[in-house]
Every structure is written in C-alpha cells, then in structure tokens.
T-cell receptor
Framework: AQSVAQPEDQVNVAEGNPLTVKCTYSVSGNPYLFWYVQYPNRGLQFLLKYITGDNLVKGSYGFEAEFNKSQTSFHLKKPSALVSDSALYFCAVRNRDDKIIFGKGTRLHILP | DAGVIQSPRHEVTEMGQEVTLRCKPISGHDYLFWYRQTMMRGLELLIYFNNNVPIDDSGMPEDRFSAKMPNASFSTLKIQPSEPRDSAVYFC?????????FGEGSWLTVV
C-alpha cells in the first residue's frame, strides 16, 4: 500500500534562511509526487509536482523539491524563507490506481 | 474557471440531524475526491469517483456516511445521523490528469 511520511510536525526557520520540509514515500511503481500548502481556514493549494524527468522540480512562490529515488524522498526547499511562507505543508503521492494519499502535514513557522 | 465550489462553507447542526455537503467540480475534470480533515487524523481520503462512478469508498468511516455523484458537475456527501465526532472540515477536490485541485472546504460542527 502507498504511504507518505512527513517526519516533522513543525519546522521553525528564521526569515531569510533556507528551509527544508521533509517527505518520504512508499509506493509500488513510479510515483507521482506533490506538495500542497494550506493557509489558515483555506483549502489546499497546489505548489509543485514530480511526474518524470528532472529530479529538481520548481513550483510556485519560489519553492522547489528534489526527487530522490534511492532514498524515496521528495523534500520541499526554498533558498530564502519569507514570513508569509508560514503555513501547513502537505506532501502527497499518487500511483497507478489514482488514489492520492497525503502525509500528516508539517507546520512551517518563519520567524521574523 | 471558478475552481471547485463547495457548500455550505460552515454548518452547525445538532446530533442526530442529517447533513448534506455539496460539491461542484471544475468543469471537464473526470475525478472527484472527498477528504476529511481533523487535528487528530489529518487529511483522510473518504471516497473518490471517476467519470461519476465510485471507485474506492474504503475510507468512508461507517454506514452513516454516503456519497453520490449523479452527474459530472455535482456530488454530495451525506451524513445521517450526524454525531459530534463527525465535526471536521470536509474537502472536495477534482482532477483531470495528475494534479488535483481543492475547494475551500465545508466546516462542520455537530453539537
């Protein structure tokens, strides 16, 4: 069965510093991997995805993620954090049966 | 496009009452998903449809929950009878291709 793990419930980063939000996955076959962001009292917004091709994927708001097949990871990164990046971030995986499973989420706090 | 539209945005109901949540997916999308979000359990997939046909309802918690998709532009999630533990945010999402798009959610409180 497919699964997604986000090992950190919360990540604190100082504004201007680089940030990383971790995600590992388990799925049979080639995975489709996604990152979503949720702001308070809002739905989830799509940030970026990996389907195939270049392992480094760029997305919205300056975020990027690196697909690492050997480590089954898809960590979210940003070179310089903004206070406005503070939100709840979800990693998700979709496989051939089209079911999309989300991790538990990581709350990102950017400290001014 | 207006995105995925959910109604009601907020609902407070008494235990035992029937609750119906509604969703209009993005036009042209062939998949529709219902998720539930709580602090304790995170984001759970309840059921999903492909071309209006339910594909997997293994996430539906119990028989009190039912979902329908009578046509490509409308789906409902019904809880009958509702219980306080059903209090959560219910999200509808749709997709065509790989990426799914979420509505703003229906915030349900059962007292």
């Amino acid at each position: 069965a497919q699964s997604v793990a986000q090992p950190e419930d919360q990540v604190n980063v100082a504004e201007g510093n680089p940030l990383t939000v971790k995600c590992t996955y388990s799925v049979s076959g080639n995975p489709y991997l996604f990152w979503y962001v949720q702001y308070p009292n809002r739905g989830l917004q799509f940030l970026l995805k990996y389907i195939t091709g270049d392992n480094l994927v760029k997305g919205s708001y300056g975020f990027e993620a690196e697909f690492n097949k050997s480590q089954t990871s898809f960590h979210l990164k940003k070179p310089s954090a903004l206070v406005s990046d503070s939100a709840l971030y979800f990693c998700a995986v979709r496989n051939r049966d089209d079911k999309i499973i989300f991790g538990k989420g990581t709350r990102l706090h950017i400290l001014p | 496009d207006a995105g995925v539209i959910q109604s009601p945005r907020h609902e407070v109901t008494e235990m035992g009452q029937e609750v119906t949540l509604r969703c209009k997916p993005i036009s042209g999308h062939d998949y529709l998903f219902w998720y539930r979000q709580t602090m304790m359990r995170g984001l759970e997939l309840l059921i999903y449809f492909n071309n209006n046909v339910p594909i997997d309802d293994s996430g539906m918690p119990e028989d009190r929950f039912s979902a329908k998709m009578p046509n490509a532009s409308f789906s409902t999630l019904k809880i009958q009878p509702s219980e306080p533990r059903d209090s959560a945010v219910y999200f509808c999402a749709s997709s065509f291709g790989n990426t799914i798009y979420f509505g703003e959610g229906s915030w349900l409180t059962v007292v």
